[in-house]
C-alpha cells in the first residue's frame, strides 16, 4: 500500500508560478509510474502529467504542455510539478496519483492540494 501526501498548492495570480510536491513516507514508490490529476466542480477529472520509473519517460495533457514540469526525486521519496505560466482555467483540486504515467490512472491517491488562480 502506498500513501500518497501533496502540499504546495495555495492562491496566485495569473502569470505566476507554483511548485507541487508529492510524497510517500514509503520507499516503493521510487519502483512506480507517477501522474498528477486535477479536477474542479462540475468538470471531469484531467489528466496534467506523468512520468515513468526511471524518470526519463514524461507525458503532459494538452492543456499544459509548455507551461508544466514533472520530475522526480528518488530520494526523497518525492514527484514534482512545477507550475508556470498559471491561467485562471488552472485553477483545481489537484491529485498525485501512483501506478501509471497516465493518462489513465493507476490505483493509489494522494488527498489532493488546492491551486486556485485570480484574475
Known amino acids: 500500500q502506498v500513501h500518497l501526501v501533496e502540499s504546495g498548492g495555495g492562491l496566485v495570480q495569473a502569470g505566476g508560478s507554483l511548485r507541487l510536491s508529492c510524497s510517500a513516507s514509503?520507499?516503493?514508490?521510487?519502483?512506480?509510474?507517477m501522474a498528477w490529476f486535477r479536477q474542479t466542480p462540475g468538470a471531469e477529472r484531467e489528466f496534467v502529467a506523468g512520468?515513468?520509473?526511471?524518470?526519463?519517460?514524461?507525458n503532459y495533457g494538452d492543456s499544459v504542455k509548455g507551461r508544466f514540469t514533472i520530475s522526480r526525486e528518488d530520494a526523497w521519496n518525492t514527484v514534482y510539478l512545477q507550475m508556470n505560466s498559471l491561467k485562471p482555467e488552472d485553477t483545481a483540486l489537484y491529485y498525485c496519483?501512483?501506478?501509471?504515467?497516465?493518462?489513465?490512472?493507476?490505483?493509489?491517491w494522494g488527498q489532493g492540494t488546492q491551486v486556485t488562480v485570480s484574475s
Open positions: 496519483n501512483a501506478g501509471s504515467s497516465g493518462p489513465a490512472p493507476g490505483m493509489f
Open positions: 514509503e520507499s516503493s514508490v521510487r519502483t512506480y509510474a
Open positions: 512520468i515513468d520509473w526511471s524518470g526519463n519517460k514524461l
